[in-house]
C-alpha cells in the first residue's frame, strides 16, 4: 500500500475533513480491515492568504513545496494539497515537488465532465473565481464554468475567510450561499456547482441545492486518493 502524503492546515477544518474521509473510504474499500498510512504537514493557512493576497505566487509555490519536500522525507509515496486556492500555482507546485501529486482540479473537472454537464458554476475563494486555473482545466474537459458576479464573490469570499476558515458555520451565510446558487441557476442557466473551497462542503451540506448537483472537491479529491493508495486500476492514477 502507498503511503499518502497530505499538504494541510489550508484551512484546519477541511484538513481534519480529509482525514476523517480518507479513514472512512478506506476501510469502506478495504472491507474494513486496517487503516491507511498517511502524514500530514500542516501550514499556517493565514500566511498562505497573505502570500496569495500580495500576489506573491513563487513564495507560495516555494511554501508548498517546501511542505511536498517534508512529505517526502516523512516516507510519502504521493502527496494532494488539501485546498483549492493552492492550486493557482499547481504546475509550479508539481515541477517542485519529489513526489506525485494528485490535483483537485482534475479529478473534479474530470468528474464534472463523467456526469455530462456543460455549464458549471464555481464557487470558492476570491482567488479561486477570480482565478483561471479552473476554467483552463474545464475548458479541456469540454465543458464551460460560470464564476458568480463580481460583488456576489466578494461576499463569498468575506464569509471563507472570516467565518469558514476560523470553523464559524452560521445559518445566514449557508442560506446566502443557497440564494447565490439558486440566482446562478436563473441568470446563467448552470447544471451544477463545483464547491472549490473545501470548507464550502462543511456548510452546504448537501447533494444538491435548488435542483442542482453539488461537486464536494474534498469527497472527489478523497476518493482519488484513496484508489491510488489500494492501486485500484480504475482509480485516478498521478
Same mark, same amino acid.
Given at each position: 500500500?502507498?503511503?499518502?502524503? #497530505? =499538504?494541510?492546515?489550508?484551512?484546519?477544518?477541511?484538513?481534519?475533513?480529509?482525514?476523517?474521509?480518507?479513514? *472512512?473510504?478506506?476501510?469502506?474499500?478495504?472491507?474494513?480491515?486496517?487503516?491507511?498510512?498517511?502524514?500530514? @504537514?500542516?501550514?499556517?493557512?493565514?500566511?498562505?492568504?497573505?502570500?496569495?493576497?500580495?500576489?506573491?505566487?513563487?513564495?507560495?509555490?516555494?511554501?508548498?513545496?517546501?511542505?511536498?519536500?517534508?512529505?517526502? *522525507?516523512?516516507?510519502?509515496?504521493?502527496?494532494?494539497?488539501?485546498?483549492?486556492?493552492?492550486? =493557482? @500555482?499547481?504546475?509550479?507546485?508539481?515541477? /517542485?515537488?519529489?513526489?506525485?501529486?494528485?490535483? #483537485?482540479?482534475? $479529478?473534479?473537472?474530470?468528474?464534472?465532465?463523467?456526469?455530462?454537464?456543460?455549464? @458549471?458554476?464555481?464557487?470558492?475563494?476570491?482567488?479561486?473565481?477570480?482565478?483561471?486555473?479552473?476554467?483552463? $482545466?474545464?475548458?479541456?474537459?469540454?465543458?464551460?464554468? #460560470? /464564476?458568480?458576479? $463580481?460583488?456576489?464573490?466578494?461576499? #463569498? %469570499?468575506?464569509?471563507? $475567510?472570516?467565518?469558514?476558515l476560523r470553523g464559524t458555520f452560521l445559518p445566514e451565510t449557508r442560506e446566502g450561499l443557497t440564494q447565490i446558487i439558486a440566482t446562478m441557476k436563473d441568470r446563467n442557466g448552470i447544471e451544477? @456547482? =463545483?464547491? /472549490?473551497?473545501?470548507?464550502?462542503p462543511l456548510i452546504l451540506r448537501a447533494d444538491s441545492i435548488a435542483g442542482l448537483p453539488l461537486f464536494d472537491t474534498t469527497q472527489i479529491h478523497v476518493k482519488a486518493a484513496v484508489a491510488?493508495?489500494?492501486?485500484?486500476? /480504475?482509480? %485516478? %492514477?498521478?
Amino acid at each position: 500500500m502507498k503511503r499518502l502524503g #497530505i =499538504i494541510g492546515g489550508l484551512g484546519p477544518e477541511s484538513t481534519i475533513d480529509y482525514y476523517r474521509s480518507i479513514i *472512512a473510504l478506506y476501510r469502506e474499500k478495504n472491507g474494513g480491515d486496517g487503516y491507511p498510512h498517511l502524514v500530514i @504537514v500542516s501550514l499556517d493557512v493565514d500566511k498562505g492568504l497573505r502570500l496569495l493576497g500580495a500576489n506573491q505566487l513563487n513564495e507560495v509555490a516555494e511554501y508548498l513545496a517546501g511542505a511536498a519536500r517534508q512529505l517526502a *522525507a516523512a516516507g510519502a509515496d504521493f502527496a494532494l494539497l488539501s485546498a483549492n486556492s493552492g492550486h =493557482i @500555482v499547481f504546475e509550479q507546485l508539481r515541477r /517542485a515537488s519529489p513526489i506525485p501529486l494528485i490535483s #483537485i482540479v482534475e $479529478v473534479t473537472c474530470e468528474e464534472v465532465s463523467r456526469r455530462q454537464l456543460k455549464t @458549471v458554476g464555481l464557487m470558492g475563494t476570491r482567488f479561486t473565481m477570480a482565478g483561471r486555473f479552473y476554467f483552463d $482545466v474545464a475548458e479541456k474537459f469540454g465543458f464551460r464554468l #460560470i /464564476a458568480p458576479t $463580481v460583488e456576489e464573490q466578494a461576499w #463569498i %469570499h468575506d464569509k471563507y $475567510v472570516n467565518e469558514l476558515l476560523r470553523g464559524t458555520f452560521l445559518p445566514e451565510t449557508r442560506e446566502g450561499l443557497t440564494q447565490i446558487i439558486a440566482t446562478m441557476k436563473d441568470r446563467n442557466g448552470i447544471e451544477g @456547482v =463545483i464547491l /472549490a473551497g473545501t470548507e464550502l462542503p462543511l456548510i452546504l451540506r448537501a447533494d444538491s441545492i435548488a435542483g442542482l448537483p453539488l461537486f464536494d472537491t474534498t469527497q472527489i479529491h478523497v476518493k482519488a486518493a484513496v484508489a491510488e493508495m489500494l492501486g485500484d486500476e /480504475a482509480g %485516478h %492514477h498521478t
